[in-house]
């Protein structure tokens, strides 16, 4: 299994421009997350999603969208990409049964916005 | 704001020192788990606890939960350099949909 898989690894974009910073999970994990991580700041969660065609706002969802088409893929879309959205972005991923909700991570999508 | 606040924000101790990290968080939980990430990698899952339990081991960590505080320990004994990391605390809240993450707490252990 290659566990959760983000792209790209490294991203810088101008202001304004928009992106989409890919995931998948081959474990058929049902929920989905985005988090960004900002120094001093720990984890904060996009947007989250428990299954396919589910998707849900978590504490920071302004300027970015997620979609759920299909229970591997989880991508997060920056729609005008400003400053503050420079960050470390990370995907997770869990499972739904007893027990199973240790959180599995992605490498991460480092993200320059000039 | 975020669910958990880890305390300290950072950690400094001889290899061989036990190491305590704590979390308060805010609202009910399912269960609480504690997280490692190395510098620029993504986080590992060390250790959940349930919201019936009270204390849990594994290997060399024990963890504490105290849901009437809405607070949780992390006890790292005999340090190595190797624990070197961040440590974070998260939550899963009683629809069991939602992670967040607290704010993590920088270990450093001296050789």
């Known amino acids: 299994n290659a566990g959760v898989t983000q792209t790209p690894k490294f991203q810088v974009l101008k202001t304004g421009q928009s992106m989409t910073l890919q995931c998948a999970q081959d474990m058929n994990h049902e929920y989905m997350s985005w988090y960004r991580q900002d120094p001093g700041m720990g984890l904060r969660l996009i947007h989250y999603s428990v299954g396919a065609g589910i998707t849900d706002q978590g504490e920071v969802p302004n300027g970015y969208n997620v979609s759920r088409s299909t229970t591997e893929d989880f991508p997060l879309r920056l729609l005008s990409a400003a400053p503050s959205q420079t960050s470390v972005y990370f995907c997770?991923?869990?499972?739904?049964?007893?027990?199973?909700?240790?959180?599995?991570f992605g490498p991460g999508t480092r993200l320059t916005v000039t | 704001s975020q669910q958990g606040e880890e305390d300290p924000q950072a950690l400094s101790i001889q290899e061989g020192e036990n190491a305590t990290m704590n979390c308060s968080y805010k609202?009910?939980?399912?269960?609480l788990q504690w997280y490692r990430q190395n510098s620029g990698r993504g986080l590992v899952h060390l250790i959940l606890?349930?919201?019936?339990?009270r204390e849990k081991h594994s290997g060399r960590l024990r963890v504490t939960l105290d849901t009437s505080k809405k607070s949780s320990s992390l006890l790292i004994t005999a340090s190595r350099a190797a624990d070197t990391a961040s440590y974070f605390c998260a939550t899963i809240g009683r629809g069991y949909q939602k992670v967040t993450f607290g704010t993590g707490t920088k270990l450093q252990v001296i050789p």
């Open positions: 606890i349930r919201s019936n339990e």
């Open positions: 997770a991923s869990h499972g739904a049964g007893a027990g199973s909700y240790e959180q599995y």
């Open positions: 609202t009910s939980i399912n269960n």
